[in-house]
């Protein structure tokens, strides 16, 4: 008689994009994640009529989990104009009117926290700025002020500070923004960390603050909360984070109990190997940080959560049962239909009809030129 195992029987079984699945005890209705998009529509921080419509509109769209723009933890310190803030308690009714409205699609949602950095024009005369040393940032040329270790301290409370408010906000998880040139990035990297004391130099000293903010945001929410940080597999730059660095951080997270990884890549310095690669106009251009994510994957057993060009089922369903990636994260593809995964799991497999032009960010708010009003 054949006998087989259950561990053979679920290796037998075909993964499907629409399996509900669990990040620690954040329940999905499917795999597909709304990846963090500045949306430039937040007043003074808080979410506007205008931007809760946008989350209405994703949250029915289809989407298993919402990942918000990135929100401020510091009331002095933001990267872009519009965008939302999480730095004090007057954010926690607004934002509980948000997860609310998102839970009754039967939708989950994350709140993404970041802290800016260098890396940015706005405002940047009117404000200190922190970095891990005073390089200037090779896309905008602004210098920051290089961190003591008083501002490290203070930096790791704000973000377990957010992470509590989110928690009380209703917030299913929190996410910790380490990717795309922003400050926490930038301490991995040694074209901007040059420091020689315990936070510079080798790789276990430059994730250092990562791992310190990760503890201090566990600690502070509990151990049943869903974390996740998102991060870059390289910045692709030179002098910049390398991918070997990037799988080191993720096995150390992944021993200190992260969540889930999402894996991104690129800085604006990186050009057109940045996060948001245009003209991805055939299978071959979609997916362009897999093979990193993939491997990360492979070597922390966290969940991981692919982005970058992702804009047909089939190459996700292809990679979702070749590799250990187990969640896809989109962003331009639903700014330019958030009925996208309706449309998908009523059978309409066609293409996202987002142009991947790059052309979604205006000063009136960041929407598809396909959606703007003639």
Known sequence: MLKITVGEVFEKMTATLFDRICINRMKLKNRLVRSATWENMAEAGHPTDRLLEVYKDLAGGGVGLIITSYAY????????????????????????????????????????????????????????????????????????????????GSLVRSFGDAAERGQRAGFDGVQIHAAHGYLLGQWLSPRHNHRTDEYGGSIENRSRLILEVYDEVRRRVGPDY??????????????????????????????????????????????ELCAFRPKIDCEEKEAYFAPYAAQVAKATGVAVILT???????????????????????????????????????????????????????????????????
């Not at 993404?112 to 706005?122: D, F, V």
């Not at 059978?347 to 703007?372: A, E, M, T």
Request: net charge neutral.
């Open 226 to 271: 869903a974390v996740l940080i998102k991060i870059n597999c390289q910045d692709f730059v030179a002098g910049g984070t390398e991918f070997p660095d990037t799988l080191y951080v993720c096995q150390q997270l992944a021993k200190r109990g992260i969540d889930a990884i999402e894996i991104s890549g690129g800085i604006l310095g990186a050009k």
């Open 73 to 152: 933890i510091t009331k002095e310190e933001q990267p872009n104009p519009g965008m939302l803030g999480i730095c004090d308690d007057s954010f926690l009714a607004d934002y509980r009117q948000l997860t609310d409205m998102v839970h009754s699609h039967d939708c989950s949602i994350v709140l993404q926290m970041a802290y800016g950095g260098s890396q940015t024009t706005y405002n940047t005369k009117d404000r200190v700025i922190w970095g891990p040393s005073a390089v200037p940032e090779a896309g905008t040329g602004v210098i920051p002020k290089e961190m003591t270790k008083a501002d490290i």
């Open 308 to 374: 970058g060009g992702l804009r047909s089922p089939q190459v996700m369903e292809r990679i979702l049962n070749s590799t250990a990636i187990r969640y896809f994260a989109m962003s331009r593809s639903l700014l330019a239909e958030p009925d996208l995964i309706n449309r998908w799991k009523a059978g309409d497999l066609r293409l996202s009809k987002c142009l991947y032009c790059n052309q979604c960010r205006s000063p009136q708010g960041n929407v598809c030129i396909l959606n703007r009003p003639k």
